[in-house]
């Protein structure tokens, strides 16, 4: 799949995934969704989207893959750090310019940082797919991943004392 048509779904899974439990209160999206505006719930739906618009992606291209290339392991990295990215490229304004008083331009900022961390993500997952995956590599990207799946649950549900994890609205 093309690297900005995928950074594309992945934004507006992102958006979906970003208002989903305001809109429904389903208990059991609250692991996926943003329930607050907390930079933790943000890392959140950035790595669920990703996953989501990655098995998208398989669904369909798998079809066409070559046999012994690898799919998932790119994929399941740049998941794992998709959310650093947002995170890194949106701090950018806050660093430069500070607090951003026009709720439009931070929204636009908002989505250029997000759909950036998604097409780096796909940048870095091309680079990987042409060169050799080893299994060290291989067990690392598993373990981030479920690392990262088991934050992601755990603290929608136990959110500890650190302040990433604190809605604005309450600073």
């Not at 990262?148 to 959110?159: D, G, N, Q, R, V």
Request: with cysteine; glycine share 4%; aromatic share 18%.
């Amino acid at each position: 799949m093309n690297i900005y048509l995928k950074s594309l779904l992945y934004l507006i899974i992102f958006s979906i995934l970003h208002f989903g439990y305001d809109v429904t209160h389903w208990a059991f999206l609250a692991p996926f969704c943003g329930i607050n505006e907390s930079v933790f719930q943000h890392l959140k739906m950035a790595f669920w989207a990703y996953l989501l618009a990655s098995l998208i992606e398989y669904i369909v291209v798998r079809r066409k893959l070559s046999k012994g290339k690898v799919f998932w392991f790119p994929r399941l990295l740049s998941a794992a750090l998709i959310p650093w990215f947002v995170m890194l490229i949106w701090y950018l304004v806050p660093a430069l310019y500070g607090k951003v008083e026009i709720l439009t331009l931070e929204i636009v900022w908002s989505v250029f940082s997000a759909y950036t961390a998604g097409v780096m993500g796909g940048i870095i997952e091309k680079n990987i797919e042409e060169n050799m995956v080893t299994l060290n590599f291989k067990i690392i990207v598993v373990i981030l991943t479920i690392v990262s799946a088991f934050l992601y649950i755990w603290f929608t549900y136990k959110p500890p004392w650190i302040d990433v994890f604190i809605s604005p609205q309450l600073l």
